[in-house]
Nanobody
Framework: QVPLVESGGGLVQAGGSLRLSCAAS????????MAWFRQAPGKEREFVSS????????FYADSVKGRFTISRDNAENTVYLQMNNLKPEDTGVYYC????????????WGQGTQVTVSS
């Protein structure tokens, strides 16, 4: 198991910013793809962004391109999601997830952190 712990959620007005963090105690993310997903009330969980740990390559959902930035800190074994120009439709529970690069499904999940964007 890879325990993932998210932090950084909260309440913000539309147009504001938040930064989410995801840390794994005592473990590195080498050979992992780390990602952020979100789930809005009454909706299915959806992909937001991912980063390949070894080379830093990133991928974003169209809905967040240009507003969100995923990054990593090798020394801290932490993944970040910088969210700018937040919109009410960004509201939801944000989950950190990880998988080995050759896996097709994400095996490790955090407990989630709530992000609420008011209009």
């Amino acid at each position: 198991q890879v325990p993932l712990v998210e932090s950084g959620g909260g309440l913000v007005q539309a147009g504001g910013s938040l930064r989410l963090s995801c840390a794994a105690s005592g473990r590195t993310f080498n050979n992992y793809i780390m990602a952020w997903f979100r789930q809005a009330p009454g909706k299915e969980r959806e992909f937001v962004s991912s980063i390949r740990w070894n080379d830093g390559s990133t991928f974003y959902a169209d809905s967040v391109k240009g507003r969100f930035t995923i990054s990593r800190d090798n020394a801290e074994n932490t993944v970040y999601l910088q969210m700018n120009n937040l919109k009410p439709e960004d509201t939801g529970v944000y989950y950190c997830a990880g998988k080995l690069v050759w896996r097709t499904t994400y095996d490790y999940w955090g407990q989630g952190t709530q992000v609420t964007v008011s209009s």
